[in-house]
């Protein structure tokens, strides 16, 4: 296993969360062959059908079995391009068809409630304001957000360099009104803190001077959410669509919005279309000849 986690580490560059979920995927996967006594070297498609099934037996929803068959199929290729297995059993498996899920999106108006609703007289209001106009002016995910630094903000040029997955970077502008939120937490919380000096770059620290934790961009985004009478399922991803959706919405391009998101492949970025299929037909409603004759 440790060469297999060298091996998505350095040749398949992916992050530590999405390293650490396959290697979960395949550890369960060998535990079900450990009770059939099956070794690697004997699995065959019908071991991995079977272990399918038994994953649809316990009530695994279609997006996590397919999240599992993916970290199995990289680990069989894994294990047959380092010569330990002869015939990859994997090739042939099958993940669940997944219907397409829409994510919830909030309007402008609710993005702007949520900042009202923050509490300025706080060391934690400065922070949290520079953070949601930071997490929704520039689309970023919760790791990208935690792991910026003050060094990857270029104010006088409005953009931001961005470590997306894979550890790939990628330019994102950044709006004034961001970077001025940004600019009154550095000056007005952050230099106040006792910053650890493995943290000294981080851009947004905890009281205690560390780097954020996920978590907490999640508790700080529903707070925010409850005070602003917000009923949605929302997280911080929820100011990602939001941010996608709403430059749609506005006539960006769809390769600029893959582009700025950090999506490899346009068809990620697809899914927006669908979003917006609502104000396409409002727009059809209202400007189509036939419809106008009426």
């Given at each position: 296993?440790v060469?297999?986690?060298?091996?998505?580490?350095l040749?398949?560059?992916?992050?530590d969360n999405?390293m650490?979920g396959?290697?979960r995927?395949v550890d369960?996967?060998?535990?079900?062959?450990?009770t059939?006594g099956?070794?690697?070297?004997?699995?065959?498609?019908?071991?991995?059908e079977?272990?399918?099934?038994t994953?649809?037996?316990?009530?695994?929803q279609?997006?996590?079995?397919a999240?599992?068959?993916?970290?199995?199929?990289?680990?069989?290729?894994?294990l047959?391009k380092?010569g330990?297995?002869d015939?990859?059993?994997?090739?042939?498996?099958?993940?669940?068809?997944?219907?397409?899920h829409l994510p919830?999106?909030?309007?402008l108006?609710e993005?702007?409630?949520m900042?009202?609703?923050?509490?300025?007289?706080t060391?934690?209001?400065i922070?949290n304001r520079?953070?949601?106009?930071?997490?929704y002016g520039?689309g970023l995910?919760v790791?990208e957000?935690?792991s910026?630094?003050?060094?990857?903000v270029?104010?006088?040029?409005e953009y931001v360099?961005?470590e997306?997955?894979?550890?790939?970077q990628?330019?994102?502008?950044?709006s004034?009104?961001?970077?001025?939120?940004?600019?009154h937490?550095?000056?007005e919380?952050?230099?106040?803190l006792?910053?650890?000096?493995a943290d000294?770059?981080?851009l947004f620290l905890n009281?205690r001077?560390?780097?954020l934790?996920?978590v907490m961009i999640f508790?700080i985004?529903k707070?925010?959410c409850?005070?602003?009478g917000?009923?949605?399922t929302?997280?911080?991803?929820t100011?990602r669509?939001?941010?996608?959706?709403?430059?749609?919405?506005g006539g960006?391009?769809?390769?600029?919005?893959q582009q700025?998101?950090g999506?490899e492949?346009?068809?990620?970025?697809?899914i927006y279309?669908?979003?917006d299929?609502?104000?396409?037909?409002?727009e059809?409603l209202?400007?189509h000849?036939?419809?106008?004759?009426r």
């Amino acid at each position: 296993m440790v060469a297999y986690k060298a091996y998505l580490k350095l040749q398949r560059g992916l992050s530590d969360n999405t390293m650490e979920g396959y290697t979960r995927d395949v550890d369960k996967l060998l535990a079900y062959l450990r009770t059939d006594g099956v070794d690697l070297e004997e699995v065959t498609l019908d071991h991995l059908e079977r272990f399918v099934c038994t994953l649809q037996d316990v009530g695994i929803q279609p997006k996590s079995q397919a999240r599992i068959i993916s970290g199995i199929k990289s680990f069989f290729k894994f294990l047959k391009k380092e010569g330990y297995i002869d015939v990859n059993p994997s090739e042939l498996l099958v993940s669940p068809k997944l219907g397409l899920h829409l994510p919830d999106v909030l309007t402008l108006g609710e993005i702007d409630d949520m900042i009202d609703a923050i509490d300025m007289s706080t060391p934690e209001g400065i922070r949290n304001r520079a953070i949601i106009e930071t997490l929704y002016g520039c689309g970023l995910r919760v790791s990208e957000l935690i792991s910026l630094r003050m060094s990857q903000v270029f104010a006088d040029d409005e953009y931001v360099i961005v470590e997306g997955k894979g550890n790939k970077q990628r330019l994102v502008p950044i709006s004034q009104q961001a970077l001025e939120c940004i600019a009154h937490y550095i000056k007005e919380v952050r230099c106040t803190l006792s910053v650890k000096p493995a943290d000294a770059d981080i851009l947004f620290l905890n009281r205690r001077g560390g780097k954020l934790s996920r978590v907490m961009i999640f508790y700080i985004v529903k707070s925010l959410c409850e005070l602003a009478g917000i009923h949605k399922t929302v997280s911080p991803h929820t100011l990602r669509h939001s941010f996608a959706t709403h430059l749609l919405e506005g006539g960006a391009n769809l390769r600029a919005i893959q582009q700025m998101l950090g999506h490899e492949s346009i068809t990620t970025t697809e899914i927006y279309v669908h979003i917006d299929r609502s104000t396409l037909r409002q727009e059809i409603l209202l400007h189509h000849p036939r419809n106008a004759r009426r």
